[in-house]
């Protein structure tokens, strides 16, 4: 299974009423999307039931953009394909 970004884009839109045009890559989620960290380990653990993987604890401390996030979690889908 391959990340889509729309996943993650539709996500936060709906249940975080975020504007679409507002999510970009390199947008913080704290920061620049206000929400706080009650809600992204929300947006988390989602995002792992969606694509059936486990986030490591220690690398979603390091994550603050959609960036990092998207490319944490095709790390993984590609470690649980190998």
């Given amino acids: 299974m391959k ?18 045009r507002l999510i970009a890559p390199q947008k913080r989620f704290y920061a620049d999307l206000g929400m706080n960290s009650l809600e ?7 995002l792992e039931n969606t694509y059936g993987i486990t986030l490591p604890d ?10 990092q996030l998207s490319e944490l979690i ?5 470690a649980v394909e190998a």
């Fill in 58 to 67: 220690n690398e979603i401390d390091k994550v603050q953009t959609i960036r």
């Fill in 3 to 20: 990340f889509n970004t729309s996943t993650l884009t539709q996500f936060l839109s709906r249940n975080f009423y975020i504007n679409p």
């Fill in 40 to 46: 992204f380990l929300e947006v988390v653990v989602y």
């Fill in 74 to 78: 095709e790390a993984n889908l590609i």
